[in-house]
């Protein structure tokens, strides 16, 4: 996947994370505000991605953290791309009051995802449906952190579902972003780590894994010669 789409995902949750903030502080411990909350971070979220946008409800949990419940990403076509079952946010209470306030996270933890990635008929991968050609460069260099989660690839009429997802991405470097993954399929267990940025370059390790297994899985010309994998 792309640098821009791997942001411009951190970018969404982080978007509708930020904007659930808006509000009053003393309505924050009731169920109405937190729906509502979620109604509104919802619908900026949709205003944001251009494709629909799903939140539960939106908790508060003090003046530099929040939860956001139950959202899901959909793509252009509306099929279901993302569903998470939370996503916490720690955030710098006066740098979010900036012009910048992506630039006031400084973590962000999804936990119980699942993500699916599907190329369509035109060659075109769903994920690229979140991102904007006018939008612009995030101001976003935190952290974000995966639990518990599934990644799901469909292309070519394969699909390869990886489990117990564990991921942690750096986004303090503008020109790349530090990776640290592991997750398991079939009994196997792989990690990777590396950089992602106009190079990729990636570490990969595994147990009862073979990686030349799984590039049948990708289509011809996926990968591009700026690549290196090192296993």
Sequence with gaps: MQRKSWAAMAAALIGICILAFAGFWYYTGTNAFMQAAGETAAAKGSELLGTRVEVGRV???????????????????????VEAESARVRFSFFAMLGNQPAAGVDEVVVKHAAVTLAQRTDGHWNYEDLVREDSEPSAFRGKVQVEDSQVTGQLDGHSLTLENVQAKLDFADAAATVIEAKAAHQGAEVSASGKVGEDIRLSVDGREFNLMDYLEYLPEGTLPSSVKLLG
């Design 59 to 81: 908790r508060m949990e003090s003046l530099h953290s929040l939860t956001v419940e139950d959202i899901v990403l959909y793509d252009k076509q509306g099929i279901r791309m």
